[in-house]
């Protein structure tokens, strides 16, 4: 291939992520000409190193659990050990599954995939190993990396997420760095595989940007569970002496653990790609973007983790998705990054859509609230779990907030969301009719009880 354009693409996509690669798919199904560029895996973070592994290791969890836990329903198992590297090979073979019917995918489809490094190199143009891309229309769908704290080196057995889904031990201390997200799917893995578990959070709370009545149950949870926790407390410094990692904290206490696990959030990977060269605005390493996904320069678009607001999969599909068909002239509606569905996948699971309590009363003044307690439901008891359903509304309005927790409530998030974006009453809900006995009953339920008909509701 020669230095020179030969061919204008339609689009041109940096980074083969779940934001890059659904871009790719959509244009090219809508006939335009795409060409894909991506240095690793396609799949990016999520297949790789993110949702997928994560997920497959807290099935494992709940296998070691259900194990454990056998007699609670009359049946006598005993748990004997987890073995890292069944766990591991398990794991890696979900991932190759879908990673081959992804590059199947791909390949499938009328689009240039393109290995290598690019760089923005002009507002049209993307270089990749001497070879430059033009197109009519540029994707900056480059992704995020797991941060660390200033002077934290990574390292040994100080570690993130990319290198504690490899690990080939259980390890018998483990302190977890950050109650958000990423933080406690791992605690609650490693709790299940046998390792005793501090989170060190130097925010008031676990799961800080949730609802605070889902953070006051998940750390009731943990402390049944005996995952321990530490908020409102800083980490001061950590020191590697063979094995051992003492970690120290600003109040003063020290740690010894096997392992640190670092999960203080995820930083966008666009330093050295051209894109401010290039006239696009960057804040603190993010690329700023309208509702549209628009940047500042005509024709640069930004998707997936590089944006600011929520690092989940999902959205970057639903930004890929809305760049090609808007190139397409499809004229698609904008995305509500509230109507974003979000789910923590811990043992208990948080699913949430819309306005927190605090959120809603800045947002729409009065509301009102509806907390559906599990122990109302037939099968949350048949599942021995405990938690929620929480509703916010809008007085006298639709529905503006949906909160659960609870063993497998991550899947009541697709009606939550189907509620919240279709800004449904509590009555709307009320009169459609949920399969009995389900956990999706404690969402009807609650939704019962809001439009003033309570059924199994207790208080
Ligand atoms: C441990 C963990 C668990 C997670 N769990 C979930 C979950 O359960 N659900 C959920 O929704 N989200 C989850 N996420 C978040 C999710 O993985 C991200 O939101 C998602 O991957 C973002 O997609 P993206 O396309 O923006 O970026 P990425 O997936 O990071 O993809 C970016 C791609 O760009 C490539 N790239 C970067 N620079 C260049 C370059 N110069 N040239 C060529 N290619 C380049 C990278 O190699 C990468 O493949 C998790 C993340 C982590 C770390």
Redesign the pocket.
């Known amino acids: 291939m020669s230095a020179t354009a030969e061919h204008t693409f339609d689009i041109v996509i ?8 659904a871009c790719a798919l959509r244009a090219a199904e809508l006939g335009l000409s795409v060409a894909l ?15 997928i ?3 497959a290791l807290l099935h494992a969890a709940e296998v070691a659990d259900t194990a454990r836990e056998g007699s609670q329903f009359g049946v006598k198992t005993t748990f004997e050990s987890v073995d890292m590297s069944g766990v591991n090979a398990y794991k890696d073979g979900v991932v190759g599954r879908l990673y081959k019917g992804l590059q199947g995918l791909v390949k499938s489809k009328n689009i240039e995939y393109v290995e ?4 923005l190199v002009a507002k049209n143009v993307i270089e ?1 190993a001497g070879r430059r891309l033009t197109g009519r229309n540029i994707v900056l ?4 990396y ?1 941060k660390s704290l200033p002077g934290l080196d990574i390292g040994g057995r100080v570690m993130t ?2 290198q504690a ?1 490899f690990l080939d031990f259980v390890p018998s201390r483990v302190v977890v760095l950050g109650g958000g ?2 933080g406690v ?2 605690a609650s893995v490693f709790k299940s595989f046998g390792s005793e578990v501090t989170i060190i959070e130097a925010l008031p709370r676990l799961v800080a940007a949730e609802d605070e009545a889902i953070s006051k149950q998940l750390e009731r949870s943990f402390r049944k569970r005996k995952i321990n926790f530490r908020t409102g407390v800083k980490f001061s410094g950590v020191k590697q002496t063979g094995d051992v990692v003492s970690v120290s904290l600003e109040s003063g206490d020290t740690i010894e653990a096997d392992l640190l696990l670092v999960a203080v959030g ?1 930083g966008p ?1 666009t330093a050295g ?1 051209g894109y401010e060269e290039a006239g696009v605005t960057v804040d603190r390493g993010f690329v700023l973007a309208n509702e549209r996904c628009q940047t500042n320069v005509e024709g640069v678009y930004a ?4 944006v600011p607001g929520l ?6 599909f639903a930004q ?1 998705i809305f760049v090609a068909e808007h190139v397409a002239g499809l004229n698609p509606p904008v995305i509500d990054e509230m109507g974003i569905p979000r ?1 923590t ?1 811990c043992e208990p699971e948080i699913a949430s859509i819309g306005y927190t309590e605090a959120q809603a009363k800045e947002k729409f003044g009065e509301i009102e609230t509806y907390d559906y307690n599990l122990g109302g439901n037939g099968k949350s008891q048949i599942l021995q779990t405990t938690g929620f359903v929480k509703l916010v509304r809008q007085k006298d309005g639709p529905v503006v907030g949906v909160h659960m927790i609870g063993a497998r409530m991550g899947e009541q998030v697709g009606e939550a969301q189907l509620i919240y974006n279709w800004e449904a009453l509590p009555s709307d809900v009320a009169q459609l009719i949920h399969a009995h006995p389900t956990q999706n009953e404690a969402l009807g339920e609650a939704h019962l009880a809001l439009a003033g008909k309570p059924l199994h509701a207790h208080g």
């Open positions: 940096l980074g083969g992520g779940s934001g890059g690669y560029v991506e240095k690793g895996k396609l799949g990016g973070t999520c297949l790789h190193m993110g949702c592994p994560t997920k290598g490094e690019g760089r990749v769908a480059t992704g995020s797991a997420s990319e889904l997200v990423i799917e791992f995820r990977v790609l998707v997936g983790d590089i690092q989940l999969a999902h959205r970057g890929g789910v996948y």
